[in-house]
């Protein structure tokens, strides 16, 4: 009987030993690579370029909430957006608008003025591609319609 315990014993052993190195083997890595957005122009069609200077790369977390009123300003230098969650809906002085939603990235308008509106609680990474001393961002006075070489419609006419 000792015998018969001893093998039924070692058999569950082994077998236990063998399930369980089967299911501890290293499993190949996975990974994915998908582009999500690629062009030389930004959302409105017209084309960007990169600024004079030393480079520099900035990468910002924006968080806006349900109803937040970016005012109007432009930007002097390639952005990109990916909006992480929300919605954001971004407008020209010429009614021309777009929306960035969940998940979505896009080429923000380059030296073009815009606003946007948080449609929904937003957060979204922007990148921008400037030069050393440069602002991100230049806000839309009356008394300088064209700072930071930003234009409207108007003024490509």
């Not at 409105?44 to 990468?59: E, H, K, S």
């Not at 979204?124 to 009356?142: C, E, N, T």
């Amino acid at each position: 009987m000792t015998i018969t315990r001893l093998m039924l014993f070692t058999t569950l052993f082994i077998a236990f030993m063998f399930t369980t190195y089967a299911n501890s083997e290293p499993r190949p890595l996975e990974w994915s690579s998908e582009i999500l957005n690629q062009s030389s122009n930004g959302w409105d069609g017209l084309p960007f370029a990169y600024p004079n200077g030393t480079p520099q790369i900035t990468i910002k977390r924006l968080v806006l909430p349900s109803g937040f009123v970016l005012p109007m300003h432009c930007h002097p230098m390639p952005v990109v957006g990916y909006m992480l969650q929300g919605e954001l809906e971004v407008t020209k002085p010429s009614g021309e608008s777009t929306r960035y939603l969940e998940n979505q990235g896009k080429i923000e308008v380059f030296r073009e003025w815009h606003e946007g509106v948080a449609i929904k609680d937003s957060e979204m990474i922007v990148v921008y591609a400037g030069a050393q001393g440069m602002p991100l961002s230049v806000p839309k006075k009356a008394d300088q319609p064209n700072a930071a070489g930003c234009r409207s419609p108007a003024d490509t006419e």
